[in-house]
């Protein structure tokens, strides 16, 4: 039943995603028309995994989310939350590799949406690329959301922090909601399994500016794992075996 119903969703997922990326080319004519196209792929996506896959999403501590401009650093354990966040934010923009907008049409709406895209080849001139970008987004009121650990980790998987998410605490100077959650058990990197329950996406009170560097990312880092690992013991499903190098912790970059 498992492996029916992940089948089953897999396939009604891609074919919205499909219609939905190409119904909504007209909207490529605005920024603000793209981010309401994403919102409705990402609460349609939803709908298909609760109906379809039996899995729910709950947001919790919606109260902490500050009104305007904000970072937004979250745990990153699949893909689930990356289109789960889109619904809950006004005006989102992701921070993401360049790579991604080589992605026919996809690539076209992550253009025009404004995310901030980084190319990872360029060394110390990314970072001050990345810090114009976030810059203009914070001015312009939105939520800059990023995963601090840079690509997804495996539940349970020790901390891999990077040092990209204090230089844009120390540069943009406005609240960081962390955020925690177990979507990995549920929606497992690398694996087309869907399992049915209720996964959790926390967010937690946002640590104000002012802060050095070392201590905002020691807070924050504590914060989330913390939450996160409560999430992932409350959870009906175990935490996967983890590899060697996913087990010990890495050296920030």
């Known amino acids: 039943m498992l492996l029916l119903r992940s089948l089953a969703f897999n396939c009604a997922f891609y074919l919205a995603t499909t219609v939905i990326a190409v119904a909504g080319l007209p909207t490529l004519v605005s920024r603000r028309a793209v981010i309401r196209l994403a919102q409705v792929w990402g609460r349609t996506t939803l709908w298909l995994l609760r109906v379809v896959g039996g899995l729910t999403v709950e947001f919790r501590g919606l109260e902490n ?57 360029r060394g110390a001139k990314a970072m001050a690329t990345m810090n114009e970008a976030a810059a203009q987004a914070i001015r312009d009121g939105r939520q800059l959301i990023i995963f ?13 922090y990077k040092l990209g998410i204090t230089h844009l605490y120390a540069a943009l100077d406005v609240p960081c909601v962390p955020v925690a959650l177990d979507t990995g058990l549920y929606w497992p990197r ?49 935490a996967p075996v983890l590899a060697r190098e996913e087990r010990e912790p890495q050296r920030m970059a």
């Open 65 to 121: 989310r500050p009104a305007g401009a904000c970072i937004v650093a979250a745990k990153h354990q699949s893909a689930l939350e990356t289109l789960a966040l889109v619904t809950v934010f006004p005006d989102f923009a992701y921070i993401l590799k360049r790579e991604l907008l080589w992605i026919p049409l996809i690539g076209w709406y992550l253009s025009r949406s404004g995310m901030v895209a980084i190319d990872r080849s």
């Open 190 to 238: 690398r694996s087309l399994m869907r399992r049915p329950g209720t996964t959790v996406i926390a967010f937690l009170p946002p640590i104000l500016p002012g802060l050095d560097r070392a201590t905002f990312l020691d807070r924050l880092q504590e914060r989330v794992e913390d939450a996160s690992n409560a999430l992932l013991a409350a959870a009906p499903y175990p």
């Open 148 to 160: 601090p650990e840079g690509t997804r980790r495996a539940p349970g998987a020790a901390p891999a």
